[in-house]
């Protein structure tokens, strides 16, 4: 497998975050072929079983056996909902191990193993299956994501991040809790609070990008900066970071609702109707931080072709005064011979340098007034 993405962009020695990446095949490789775990660090597993009366919770090497080769409860039982929580991709016959155990299709497995996959929800019978992305925003402003699948089947949920560190411990800490709801409700209850989990974390990133833009505005506006159009751009790749993680899981999961999903009971499915309005706010907030963007874009071109009229404005005027002094001085410098009729017997006059310097004051005191009467003498607004 070969892990790629675009070119980075640079601004003040910083690489900014890659716009794509994704982990493909090569051409000519079936379809459906995990990826290697050479380009994955080692999975970390973690497993939670609960009921509304207890919670029980295994590390590591114990989690993912435990998980898989868990059954399906008989005879009409519920028994404990079980969550397999996986960081990093890891080793390939992993998520076959585990994928086999829920029913998944191996080009579903990809799917998750895959970093860089579309968001989307895939028709999965009797469960879920949703390729989603956390958005975070990183040390130098910029908005990271990370891949993070969820698979819902039977009695278990199967959670896989892309990269260590718990997006989800906000689940974990409400499990714990002993929370009724959430303790007492199945595996599709679950499932919608993990991703409500994530579109929830959208709102924070989305709050910082619009508070970018407003301070933007305001030092384009009020006071007159120009150097922002670089701050601009890397604001409209970080919009275009979030509308690609949630315009399709938008997409994917009204189909959802449309097709009335059996894997949800009637109590879950106005939950999972809350989400898709999250979703639905989110990406009409970003079209409009993205229009936004876009008019700021057109208001700095605009300030920055008016300055540069003003200046040409100014620089006309300043030649404009001297073309008329230009041409009197080039006249009368001309050696021409004062003794032949007809060649310059101005020269003769009397304190003619005085007559010439006084023509000239009186052009330009002439041609001031005149600009003046016409607004042309103000000074370009960036001075």
Avoid at 69 to 75: I, K, L, Q, S, W
Wanted: aromatic share 8%; charged share 25%; proline share 5%.
């Amino acid at each position: 497998m070969i892990a790629r993405g675009g070119s980075a962009l640079w601004s003040k020695g910083v690489a900014r975050t890659k716009l794509f990446r994704r982990l493909y095949a090569p051409a000519g490789q079936p379809p459906g072929d995990l990826p290697a775990a050479a380009f994955s660090a080692e999975a970390r597993f973690s497993l939670v079983a609960y009921d509304a009366e207890r919670i029980e919770r295994w590390e590591g090497a114990e989690a993912q056996p435990r998980f898989a080769e868990a059954g399906e409860p008989v005879d009409g039982a519920a028994g404990p909902v079980l969550w397999l929580n996986q960081e990093c991709v890891g080793e390939p016959a992993n998520a076959e191990r585990i994928g086999a155990a829920m029913g998944l299709h191996t080009t579903l497995i990809s799917d998750l193993m895959r970093v860089g996959q579309r968001p989307k929800y895939e028709p999965f019978e009797g469960g879920l299956f949703v390729v989603l992305r956390a958005l975070s925003l990183g040390g130098d402003g910029d908005v990271h994501w990370e891949q993070v699948g969820v698979v819902a089947h039977g009695r278990r949920v199967w959670t896989v991040q892309e990269r260590e560190g718990d997006c989800l411990s906000a689940i974990l800490k409400r499990l714990e809790a002993g929370r009724p709801r959430i303790r007492s409700s199945g595996p599709d209850y679950f499932a919608v609070m993990v991703l409500d989990g994530i579109v929830d974390g959208y709102f924070p990133v989305l709050e910082a990008l619009g508070e970018r833009l407003e301070d933007l505005e305001e030092r384009m506006l009020d006071e007159g900066e120009s150097d922002v159009l670089e701050e601009l751009y890397h604001a409209k790749r970080d919009l275009v970071t979030v509308r690609r993680s949630a315009a399709p899981v938008l997409h994917g999961l009204q189909q959802l609702l449309r097709e009335g999903p059996e894997f949800m009971s009637e109590t879950t499915v106005p939950y999972l109707r809350d989400v898709v309005d999250h979703l639905t706010e989110l990406v009409e907030l970003t079209e409009s931080y993205r229009e936004l963007a876009d008019s700021l874009v057109d208001i700095h071109l605009s300030t920055v072709s008016m300055r540069t009229n003003e200046v040409m404005q100014l620089l006309a005027v300043v030649s404009t005064i001297f073309i008329p002094l230009t041409f009197i001085a080039g006249v009368y410098g001309m050696n021409f011979d004062r003794g032949q009729p007809g060649n310059l017997p101005e020269l003769g006059v009397a304190y003619g340098y005085v007559i010439f310097w006084i023509a000239c004051g009186a052009m330009v005191t002439a041609l001031l007034l005149c600009f003046r009467r016409l607004g042309w003498l103000r000074l370009p607004s960036s001075w």
